[in-house]
């Protein structure tokens, strides 16, 4: 059973730091990319970041792209985002996604972690 | 960035009946859509990969359909469990994105 568990969220100011971590399990975790997906409070679904099942490339959203780092440790089955620079319109719930397909780099997210929740207010 | 805009932002049915989610993009995506379903408090669940391809363990009511800018996901007869919010994604180019989404509520 594929499981993915992400930690690290809270309530961080305007301008500060926050790193997630996501443990995956039940998978081949060196094929797979993988992916952060967050959700405003009441709002829809967002893509943030993904990562090759190498960890060699990574993409982001315009809206994080240079205050946000994804990358990922194959030898503990682990994805993280490090996130600098937090704006209150950065306050989400925070889920690790696992690509369908083995080897794909861009591609539909077949299991989702339960999530984190980032609160960015002073 | 390709946006994709889901119609009707709700869906008011009685349970039994057919349910019919569009899901248009702003530049073709071949069959580069994917469905997922979502109710509250519940994280997102992949129900059609590929345009028209069921996840594994989906129900055979639900299909997708579609290609290029125009795809739609057809529930064919609502189960009270389908009452939720669907949401499209692409994958055809970076950024990926997501539609805004569309709720089908119990009339």
Known sequence: EVQLLESGGGLVQPGGSLSLSCVASGFNFNNVAMNWVRQAPGKGLEWVSSISHRGDNSFYADVVKGRFTISRDNSKNTLYLEMNDLRAEDTALYFCAKARQQLVWRDCFDSWGQGTLVSVSS | ?107
């Open chain 2, 1 to 107: 960035e390709i946006v994709l805009t889901q119609s009707p932002a709700t869906l008011s049915l009685s349970p039994g009946e057919r349910a019919t989610l569009s899901c248009r993009a702003s530049q073709s995506i071949s069959s580069f859509l994917a469905w997922y379903q979502q109710k509250p408090g519940q994280v997102p669940r992949l129900l059609i990969y590929d345009a028209s391809n069921r996840a594994t363990g989906i129900p055979d009511r639900f299909s997708g359909g579609g290609s290029g800018t125009d795809f739609t996901l057809s529930i064919s007869s609502l189960e009270p469990e389908d009452f939720a919010v669907y949401y499209c994604q692409q994958r055809s180019s970076w950024p990926l994105t997501f539609g805004g989404g569309t709720k089908v509520e119990i009339k």
